[in-house]
């Protein structure tokens, strides 16, 4: 079975412009995640879907991120427009299920960007 | 929000050698998970831990999980390079079934 898919696994692009990071997750996960990981921070939870629909968004930084589940296949994380503190590994993860005591996290390769 | 801390931060050591990694935290774990991450890859997932004084072995990998269910450690025997990576714990932040928190991690070298 194929893993958690994302693209692309590195970005580089000047300040201003905008960059959309892309993740297929495991068929038949019904949750899925965007972190944002860092030296300074650590690994960072931005947002949390669960059957497509958006629960918690509140780690997301600032209205010039935003995020979109239009179908159980595809997430895209965009940042419009882009600075260089937001650079970043990124990492999309998703999930078999919600209401379990605890739950299992299956995680992409990540997405490295720079941001100049 | 839960913290997690991890301890040592670094560690470097030579194969075959012995090693323990820490994960704290001033609240009560609902459960914990441990993670291995390698170079340029995502956090793999390697145990989860959900009762006080758990031990779960994994080949060279001992797990254990504090009675009072506020700390957890990672031991590994005899390491070997395949070893080396950044080594995090996780756990359900504030009663959230689907939250994780994570620590910073500890980062392992092993030296052939």
């Known amino acids: 079975d194929a893993g958690v898919i994302q693209s692309p696994r590195h970005e580089v692009t000047e300040m201003g412009q905008e960059v959309t990071l892309r993740c297929k997750p495991i068929s038949g996960h019904n949750s899925l995640f965007w972190y944002r990981q860092t030296m300074m921070r650590g690994l960072e939870l931005l947002i949390y879907f669960n059957n497509n629909v958006p629960i918690d968004d509140s780690g997301m930084p600032e209205d010039r991120f935003s995020a979109k589940m239009p179908n159980a296949s595809f997430s895209t994380l965009k940042i419009q427009p882009s600075e260089p503190r937001d650079s970043a590994v990124y990492f999309c993860a998703s999930s078999p299920r919600q209401g379990a005591f605890y739950n299992e996290q299956f995680f992409g390769p990540g997405t490295r960007l720079t941001v100049l | 929000t839960q913290l997690l801390e991890q301890s040592p931060q670094f560690l470097s050591i030579q194969e075959g050698e012995n090693l323990t990694v820490y994960c704290n935290s001033s609240?009560?774990?609902?459960?914990l998970q441990w993670y291995r991450q390698e170079p340029g890859e995502g956090p793999v997932l390697l145990v989860t831990?959900?009762?006080?004084?758990e031990v779960k072995k994994l080949k060279r990998l001992t797990f254990q999980f504090g009675d009072a269910r506020k700390d957890s450690s990672l031991h590994i025997t005899a390491a070997q390079p395949g070893d080396t990576g950044l080594y995090l714990c996780a756990s359900n932040s504030g009663g959230s079934n689907y939250k994780l928190t994570f620590g910073k991690g500890t980062l392992l070298t092993v030296n052939p």
């Open positions: 831990v959900v009762t006080g004084g």
């Open positions: 609240s009560v774990f609902s459960s």
